[in-house]
Each structure stands twice: as C-alpha cells, then as structure tokens.
C-alpha cells in the first residue's frame, strides 16, 4: 500500500504515497462508541438549553458487528452483508433519564422531527435516521418567535424552531463526518491521526474544511507543529475525493536542489484522479517554487474522468513562514487559505485530548487528574502545541503513582 518515490542523486524519499485500494478496507460504518455518544449528547443538550426543548433525540441506522453497535454508512445489500453479523437496527441516543424508553415522554402534537442525511464524497445522500425534538410542557408552538429561543410566554414559530433544529442536524451529521475521517486513518492508513475534541475552534474547521472540500482551487494550510496538518490535507481529500482515490504526500525537505520539475511530474502521475500533498512549500528555492508554479498551470487544465486530475494541498513549516513577495502573491491569486486552530485555541479540548492519551500511555490501569491539577493543565502556558501535550502525558504516565494525579506531579513534568 506504501510506496516512496527516490529523487536519483541523494536517494533520499520525496513521497509517501497512498496507493488506490480495495473499496472494502475503507470505513464503511462508524462505531457507536462512548465518545461518540457522549458527544452526540453534548449536541442536544446544548440544542435544548437554547432553544427551550423538553427534550431531544436522535435516532439511527446501526447494524451489530463484532459484537458492537456501528452506524451504516452504505446502502448495498452486499456491503451489508459484509458489515454486518446481525440485523439493521435503531439505536437512541437521547437527554431523557437513561432508565426511560426511546420518546417515552415525548407527545405527536409538539414533537418535531429532520432526517439526517449523510453525503459520501461523489456520492447521493442517503438517510441515517431522525433528529427528534419534544417542546416543553405547556408552550405553543405557534406562539411570537424573537431569536428563537424560548422565553416566559415565548416560543420559537414552527418554521424558525424547524430551521434551528436543522442547525443542530448539521452538526450531528458533521461529527458522524469526523467520526468516519477517524476510523477511515485506521482503516487505509495505518494510524489513529484525527481530531479529537467538540470545541467551537474545532467545529468551525470542521466547516472551513467541508466548504474547501467542494472546490478545486488549491489549499494553502496555515499552522505550526503539532496542529494537524496532515489531518487537515487527509480530510480535504476524503471529503472531495472517492474511496479509491489516491493520497500522495511528499516533503519540500527532502527534494533534491534542481529537480523539482521531475520530481513534481513523478508525483503527478502517483496522485492522478486524487490528492497530492506538498508540505513545507517555505523551503523551496525561487527556481523551485517556478516549478511548481509551472506544475499546477498544466495540472489544473488536465481532466480525469470528468474531474481535475489532482487535487493539489501545500503547507507552511509554521504559521507565519516568510516567503517571498512573488510567492505570497501567487499563493494569494491562486490559493484558499486554511488556518488550523493552536492548542491554545482548542480550550474545550484539552480535557478529551489529555484522557485520550492517558488511555494511550497509561502503563497498568488508567489514571485521572485532581481538579487542581486540571486547572493547572487548562491555565499553563508551556504547552504549545498537541504534541507538547502528548509527551507530557507520556512523562506523567512513567511517574503516576495512583488512581489520580496531584498539581505538583504535573507541574513536574511540566517544569
């Protein structure tokens, strides 16, 4: 599946390629799994607290595989068939009590009801299941609708509460995206590289991310170490770009001084009818960066199967990397910008990244931090960036005594 391509002086690999492969291995059903509960949970409630519900519900299409519910995201009898030991099913996830049974509590006359619909990149959308809302107790719904958030007396009309619920529809069916990103690394790459967190800086590059992926115009990815940079250009690619597609990824690093105009023609040929991913464009010479310049010129007017030939991603060794005045100019006529969030941004997140890599590292059984010793983890300005946050786990997890963790064994390792 792995295949480096050499540059013939220095031998040194100038790309990693991700070579087509059998449609089978891509992530064709999500796992309904804590984290994803928990986050669909976190949805509703918040769509209910601003919105004046009693409460709310999604319901959806799950099959048993391996023992576990999983979210179908195919269609085809056969695939079915390979994805599933058990039956198609409906699975609740809702902020009723857990000992209730699914809309127990919830009434025809004020219930309201959107279908969530999912598109496959180059695909129809096809129907996951239902996002349910029950109006609270007592409140017409036809009543004056202000903003859409219900007050004493006060509540939204139908049609302004259905166009907020369908809001709130969008973001599930964003995260049931992310979720498919997550598994699909597992599945054609070989590694757990995605996002991790439900914060607003995440949510709105969910959505830079969803409206990039419908155009054709070259990507310019903005952000320092330890940011997500090869997620951010794997999205890109999954979302606008078929299963089987290929993703090639190679670093300006690593080309040889005079040979970027191979090089690029080489990879061109590896990434036809899918991504090419060129990270640290900052490091090529003038003559260098020509050659690409002239590379994505042809590129672009070349056709494959009715689409552009090569979706082309370039990156930035850091955020605010000089280049020089005719190369910014270029990339600005030519280039979408995207700018990834820093750790710092990503405030709501720390929380689930920090557990997520304590579940990873942790030596015997898993450990927690006092809640002084999150806020010292939420307040300290030494870590920069994800993988700063990752090795200090990794120290913590080397030290950690007990069950929970103290401020002065964190500020240890954060010292």
Known sequence: MIALF????????????????????????????????????????????????????????????????????????????LAAAGKVEEFFISTQE????????????????????????????????????QAAPGVATSGVATSGVATSGTEAK??????????????????????????????????????????????????????????????LIRANKGSGKVIAARSLHCLSRADTAPFIESDCNEWEEGAAASILQSLHTYANGGTLFVRNIDTLSNSSFQALRNFWLKAANARFDGTYSVRLIMSLSSEDAPLASSQSQWLAQHALELRLPALRERYGDLRDLAQFYIREFALTAEFD????????????????????LKAAIQKLSLIANGAL???????????
Not at 103 to 122: G, H, M, R, V
Not at 374 to 382: A, C, G, I, M, V
Not at 405 to 415: K, P
């Open 6 to 81: 050499q540059a013939a002086m220095s031998h040194k690999p100038v790309a990693r390629a991700i070579h087509k492969f059998n449609q089978s291995t891509s992530a064709k059903w999500v796992p309904v799994n804590k984290s994803f509960i928990t986050l669909s949970k976190i949805i509703l409630r918040a769509a209910v607290d601003r919105l004046g519900l009693a409460h709310a519900a999604i319901t959806l299409r799950c099959v048993t595989h391996q023992g576990y519910h999983h979210l179908l995201l195919v269609n085809d009898t056969q695939d079915l068939q």
């Open 98 to 133: 857990a000992n209730n049974s699914p809309f127990e509590d919830f009434t025809a006359e004020t219930t309201f009801s959107l279908p969530l619909d999912f598109k496959q990149p180059q695909g129809l959308p096809q129907r996951l299941g239902y996002l349910v809302a």
């Open 158 to 219: 139908p049609a302004q509460l259905t166009k907020e619920l369908a809001l709130v529809a969008d973001e599930i069916i964003r995260t049931i995206g992310r979720y498919q990103t997550r598994y699909r690394a597992i599945h054609i790459y070989g590694d757990q590289s995605y996002w991790i967190g439900n914060s607003k800086a995440l949510r709105q590059l969910d959505q830079r991310i969803d409206q990039l992926a419908k155009g054709t115009q070259p990507v």
């Open 369 to 388: 931090l006092t809640e002084e010793a999150w806020q010292l983890l939420e307040s300290t300005d030494s870590l920069v960036d994800v993988e700063q």
């Open 405 to 415: 963790v103290s401020a002065e064994e964190l500020r240890s390792v954060l010292d």
